[in-house]
């Protein structure tokens, strides 16, 4: 499997984000949290609001369970005193417009992603899904993935059973757990630095590192302490 697949020995187990790793759905994402945030900026600070950019987006969101994004985000210009409803309330505007556009476009999964996919089933590589997201099996469905996928952990599992979001590595944790083996049989998938601290944070066997926006990205894909740093998962197949 390390020889077809790119990973030590040890791992039987792949444990895939999905917005960004597997489907395009992160850039749908950012674009639904810039408009919900912008609103929310505009009314709260009129014309001279300062917008949410991509970088915020990277930093305080990307990865993270709904309201843990909005409180990061909003934390980070010092905005602490909005109440609990305002915070459910800017991540249900999102997401209403997330599935809006989910509905409306559709999602593609990416191509190399299903190439990677096609050969860990040929490998005997066991594949669960594990994201934040409250929509993960929409999104699943939606790109003509869920059946590689064996076990799938969102944002509904693990705010049913009350586990932390990331960093913490607890939706990765019961990802292994399900799949039956120890973390460091396991791989873990990331495009979001704090999904690749939660893989660090829970001692997986391998981090993988997926940079889809450029710039400092990889480095601070490798500075938060990945193992590797891809473009697209396909590069890990050998020629």
Request: charged fraction near 25%; aromatic fraction near 8%; hydrophobic fraction near 45%.
């Amino acid at each position: 499997m390390s020889d077809v697949l790119g990973l030590p020995e040890q791992i039987s187990v792949a444990l895939f984000d999905l917005d960004g790793v597997l489907t395009s759905t992160a850039v749908l994402h950012r674009v639904a949290w810039k408009a919900a945030f912008d609103d929310f900026l505009r009314d709260r600070d009129g014309d001279a609001f300062v917008p949410f950019t991509e970088q915020d987006y990277l930093d305080y969101v990307d990865g993270r369970p709904r309201e843990d994004g909005v409180r990061a985000f909003l934390s980070s210009r010092g905005i602490n005193d909005v109440d609990d409803a305002t915070i459910a309330r800017i991540g249900s505007e999102k997401n209403a417009m997330f599935l809006n556009t989910l509905s409306r476009d559709g999602v593609s999964p990416y191509p190399g992603s299903v190439r990677y996919l096609q050969a860990a089933r040929d490998a005997g590589l066991r594949v669960a899904v594990v994201t934040s997201s409250k929509n993960g099996e929409a999104v699943l469905d939606a790109a003509g993935l869920s059946t590689f996928v064996e076990v799938r952990v969102d944002g509904q599992e693990t705010a049913a059973r009350g586990l932390r979001g990331k960093p913490a590595p607890d939706s990765f944790l019961l990802g292994a757990e399900l799949m039956g083996v120890e973390p460091t049989a396991a791989a873990v998938f990331e495009d979001a630095i704090s999904g690749v601290q939660a893989g660090v944070a829970g001692r997986f066997g391998y981090v993988v590192g997926i940079d889809r926006v450029g710039g400092s990205q990889a480095e601070a894909m490798r500075t938060a302490g990945a193992d590797v740093v891809v473009n697209d998962l396909d590069e890990l197949i050998p020629a």
